[in-house]
Every structure is written in C-alpha cells, then in structure tokens.
C-alpha cells in the first residue's frame, strides 16, 4: 500500500487549499483514508476519516469542522481535502493516512496521533501566512 499527500503551499490566512492523496495498493475498497496534521512544536493528530466504500464521514477535530471537508474520487483512487478559512495556525504538516477498517475508528481509546492506522505517506506543508 502506497499513500502520496500532495496539494501544499504557501496561503494567506482567510485563504484555500486542496490536498490529494493519492492511493495504490488497497486490494479491497473495506478501507478508510484519514488526514493528520503536525504542527510546529507540537504532536500529530487526527483532523477527519472517510470511509472509501460508504463514504460515511468522521470528524476528529472540532477546530476544522465547517471548514474542511473530506471527499473521495474512488475512480482516480483519490482522497481530498478541502480547507476553507485557513488560519496561521493551521500552518502544518498534512499526512494522509489509511487502513483495512470498515468504518472510521472513532472513540477515545484510539491514539489521536495514527486512530490505528498503519500505512502513512509522506506529508505535505501547507504555511498558513498572518
């Protein structure tokens, strides 16, 4: 299994960005992809999770919700995120994530910092300009 984030760049506070990760190697569509993010000085964690082959939607930070949104292209193999309103503090690095689960794991006794997944690409900067 192969994840690749892309889509990251320098944005002005109040701006948009749309990263891709693009996926390889799932033999069956029973996965979900997760987007994670780590900021400077600080420990990864989980931002949303999608379910590939119901589509159904995970949010696992408050902060993002109403202005970033999940989608999938399943033809193209390709999960999305869109981020809308884009603050200083959003400045970080973007992974996407992704793992053989039916639905999106969800509950506290997962670790914010991977929710169990084990096939991680290499992330992508999105700096976030005051």
């Known amino acids: 299994v192969q994840l690749q984030a892309s889509g990251g760049g320098l944005v002005q506070a109040g701006g948009s960005v749309r990263l891709s990760c693009k996926t390889s190697?799932?033999?069956?569509?029973?996965?979900?992809i997760g987007w994670f993010r780590q900021g400077p000085g600080k420990e990864r964690e989980g931002l949303v999770c999608?379910?590939?082959?119901?589509?159904?939607?995970?949010y696992y930070e408050d902060s993002v919700k109403g202005r970033f949104t999940i989608s999938r292209d399943n033809a193209k193999n390709t999960v999305y995120l869109q981020m809308d309103g884009l603050k200083p503090e959003d400045t970080a690095v973007y992974y996407c994530?992704?793992?053989?689960?039916?639905?999106?794991?969800?509950?506290?006794?997962?670790?914010?910092?991977?929710?169990?997944?084990?096939?991680w690409g290499k992330g992508t900067l999105v700096t976030v300009s005051s």
């Open positions: 994530a992704g793992d053989y689960f039916s639905h999106c794991p969800h509950g506290g006794a997962w670790p914010k910092s991977t929710y169990g997944m084990d096939y």
């Open positions: 190697g799932f033999t069956v569509e029973y996965h979900v």
């Open positions: 999608i379910s590939v082959y119901t589509g159904l939607i995970e």
